[in-house]
């Protein structure tokens, strides 16, 4: 089954919390994740059937435009089943990593969109999908393919995802393991 997603990403915590309790009340959705981020936001993330996933979207707007609390959202209709995983912490085989293509985003919203298009565009893989802790708030993509793949994938997400919110982007071929232990 396709699965869809959607996620706000929230200035103010108290109201992004009743958000997420009246988003889940709102329509049958999974809450995949909310979490604190980074410096003072909090981010609701949710799954599942198109047109339950837009109308819990959209209640959680609703209830937010008068707090002025929303910084950003997202809803991706089919979303990548790689991205999904990633989005719950799976581990990487760092045998497997052969160049890399890096994004970093001031968002999360625009790094879990750079993500889902990555994959969609070329032959690449994620290897790390960082949202909100630990970079101040940013999101941080890292996916490995082949140099052609790492790079047509950085070059998708340059022309698809809103490029004000793109910080830095690196391409590395063949990266040293010392720098891949390091980072995986």
Do not use: R
């Amino acid at each position: 089954m396709q699965k869809s997603i959607a996620l706000i990403e929230f200035s103010k915590i108290a109201v992004a919390i009743k958000c997420a309790d009246e988003m889940t009340k709102a329509a049958d959705i999974d809450l995949l994740q909310t979490k604190f981020i980074c410096p003072g936001k909090y981010s609701v993330l949710i799954g599942g059937k198109i047109s339950a996933v837009k109308s819990s979207l959209n209640t959680g707007l609703n209830l937010a435009e008068g707090e002025k609390a929303v910084i950003e959202k997202l809803l991706i209709p089919k979303v990548s089943e790689e991205v999904l995983e990633m989005l719950k912490y799976k581990k990487i085989d760092k045998d497997k990593v052969k160049s890399l293509g890096i994004l970093e985003y001031n968002n999360i919203a625009s790094g879990i969109i750079a993500a889902d298009t990555a994959v969609k565009a070329a032959e690449v893989h994620l290897v790390m999908l960082k949202l909100g802790m630990t970079t101040g708030g940013k999101a941080v993509v890292i996916f490995t393919g082949d140099n052609q793949a790492c790079q047509h994938g950085i070059n998708a997400c340059e022309s698809s995802v809103n490029d004000k919110y793109l910080i830095s982007k690196s391409f590395i071929s063949s990266p040293s393991q010392k720098l891949i232990d390091s980072i995986f």
